[in-house]
C-alpha cells in the first residue's frame, strides 16, 4: 500500500479549454533538484548534510542509536539511490545496512523523514549546502523566470525525490529559493515547522512511497506519482475556472524521463512536456532513447545536452515572455 502522507485531492477535475480564453491556459514546469539544479562539488553523496541525514534517520529509528553504518553511497549500488526518492532510498537502506525488511520498516517510514528533517534543522545554510552549487544556467534562468515571465500562466515548482522539509533548506542554502521564481505552495502541503517561511509549491518524497523497493521501476513510478501531485495541487490553487494544461517536467535521470512518460498516458487532457538535461550522470543519447518518439500534443520530450545552460531551454519548456 503506498504512503500519502498529505491530504491531497482524491480526483483531479476535468479541466478543459471550453469556454475559456487560451490566454488562461497555464504551464506548470517542476524540477527535479540533484542533477538538474544542483550538482555535487564534492563529496556530498557520502558526507554532505542529506547524506549524514538517512545515516542518522535510520540509525535513530531503527538501529538503537548506532551510527556507524555506512553512508547510503556505499551501502546500495547507485541504481537503487539515484533518481529515486527518499521514502524508497530509507527502505533500501535500511535493508542493506541493519536487515530490516521494508513490511518492518514501512510504519516508521514517517518517523524516520521526520528525523532526517529535523536533522538538516540543526545545521546552517553553509552547512547544508556544503558540497553543493547550482549547476551553469540555472540561476540566470530562474531569475529570467521570475522576473521575465507572467506569474499567472507559468507556475515553478518541484518535483523531487527529497523530503519536503530538506528541500526547502537545500534550496534556501544554494540560494535558488532566493530567485523568486518558485511559486508559493499549495494549502494542503505540509508546513514543517522552521521553513513554513520558505515553502513553495511541488510535490516531494515525504508525499508518496510505494513501499516497493525490489521493482526497480517504482523508480520512476513513484515519481510519476508526484508529478500528479504537483498537477493536482497546482490546479487547486487555480481553481475551477482555469485549466492547467501543460505541464513540463525538468531532470536529469532516466526515472524523471520515464515517470513523465507515465503521467503522460494517464493524464489525456494535459499536454506533458519533458526536458531532459544531460547534467547528471546520463548522457544525451540514453535520455533520448528513453523518451522515444514525440507525441504532438500529448507527450513532447526535449534533449539539452547542456541542461539550463542551453540558450534554448526556456523555448523547449514552451513558453514564452511575457
Known sequence: MGLVLLDILNQQQDHTSRNV???????????????????????AASEGAHAQAFRHAVATVLGNGEESIAPV????????????????????????????EPHDSMPHLERLMQVMYDFIQQLDDAQVGAHLAPLPGVMDTLHHLATKYDKDQVKCGLVTG??????????????????GALH????????????????????????YCSGN??????????????????????????????????????GDA????????????????????MVAVATGSYSAKELKELAGEPQPGKWEPVVLERGMDDPGFLEACGIQES
Open 162 to 179: 527529497n523530503v519536503e522539509g530538506i528541500a526547502r533548506r537545500k534550496m534556501k542554502a544554494v540560494g535558488i529559493w532566493d530567485t
Open 254 to 273: 532516466p526515472a524523471d524521463v520515464l515517470a513523465a512518460k507515465a503521467f503522460s498516458e494517464t493524464n489525456p487532457g494535459v499536454v506533458v512536456g
Open 213 to 250: 523497493i525490489d521493482d526497480l521501476e517504482r523508480n520512476h513510478l513513484d515519481r510519476g506519482e508526484q508529478i500528479a501531485i504537483a498537477a493536482k495541487r497546482c490546479q487547486n490553487l487555480l481553481g475551477h475556472q482555469r485549466p492547467l494544461k501543460r505541464v513540463v517536467h525538468v
Open 184 to 207: 508559493p505552495p499549495c494549502p494542503t502541503q505540509k508546513q514543517w515547522e522552521g521553513t513554513e517561511h520558505l515553502g513553495f509549491l511541488g510535490a516531494f518524497g515525504s508525499d
Open 73 to 100: 553511497a556505499n551501502a546500495l549500488p547507485r541504481r537503487l539511490y539515484h533518481g529515486s526518492t527518499d521514502g524508497l532510498i530509507l527502505l533500501r537502506y535500511a535493508r542493506a545496512v541493519l536487515d530490516v
Open 21 to 43: 480564453p487560451s490566454s488562461d491556459a497555464v504551464t506548470l514546469i517542476t524540477f527535479d533538484v540533484d542533477g538538474t539544479l544542483i550538482h555535487d562539488t564534492g563529496q
